[in-house]
């Protein structure tokens, strides 16, 4: 059983469109979530960390839902460089009590 | 700040040779992480440090492998022996706490 699963994808999107991807967790322990990017061939960096209450941040928007075990990530107005692969990490997720669990990501394609 | 460093960024080794990976952490972070990412498996927490001790190496493959840090500016990761499938990127990464972690650009690591 995986401890955070992610739709593979690809997902492609026109730009100028929305798009929303989830991610599953199974340990209702974890503490902490966040949105990483990595882009092809490079390191993930964080993107954004996930609260209870949602955030925001510019056209970027993470959900929790711990009743369900899952987050979001909704992309709004999606630009070409938005073209990468995003990575949903949990921390208490199985990967030690400190270690970031990262699930295997959701590749992203804007396409023109 | 320089970010996190690795060393070499690509190795390519022959099945059976010792391989060592070396990381620098950003100065001030306590955290520690050797991540290993294949396409089929993604990223994989390793090991992980927290003020130089390692906490949680549950994610250590076997024997071959093993992490050391020294001192808080330096931390190798040595297969012995190298096997093909050992072949990955292999990330380290730093942190100040376990939420964000910054990662250096990886070390490609081939084994024929």
């Known amino acids: 059983r995986k401890e955070v699963e992610q739709d593979p994808g690809p997902f492609n999107v026109p730009e100028g469109a929305t798009v929303a991807f989830n991610c599953t967790y199974s340990n209702s322990a974890s503490q902490s979530f966040f949105w990483y990017r990595q882009d092809c061939r490079k390191e993930p960096k964080l993107l954004m960390s996930?609260?209870?209450s949602g955030n925001e941040d510019g056209r970027f928007t993470a959900q929790l839902n711990r009743a369900s075990q899952y987050i979001s990530l909704l992309i709004r107005d999606s630009k070409l460089s938005d073209s990468a692969t995003y990575l949903c990490v949990v921390i208490g997720g199985g990967g030690g009590a400190d270690g970031l669990t990262f699930g295997k990501g959701t590749h992203l394609i804007i396409q023109p | 700040d320089a970010g996190v460093i690795q060393s070499p960024r690509h190795e390519v080794t022959e099945m059976g040779q010792e391989v060592t990976l070396r990381c620098k952490p950003i100065?001030?972070?306590?955290?520690l992480f050797w991540y290993r990412q294949t396409m089929m498996r993604g990223l994989e927490l390793l090991i992980y440090f927290n003020n130089n001790v390692p906490i949680d190496d549950s994610g250590m493959p076997e024997d071959r492998f093993s992490a050391k840090m020294p001192n808080a500016s330096f931390s190798t990761l040595k297969i012995q022996p190298s096997e093909p499938r050992d072949s990955a990127v292999y990330f380290c990464?730093?942190?100040?706490?376990?939420?964000?972690?910054?990662f250096g650009q990886g070390t490609r690591l081939t084994v024929v």
């Open positions: 990464a730093s942190s100040s706490s376990p939420a964000e972690a910054f």
């Open positions: 996930v609260y209870s």
């Open positions: 100065s001030g972070h306590d955290y």
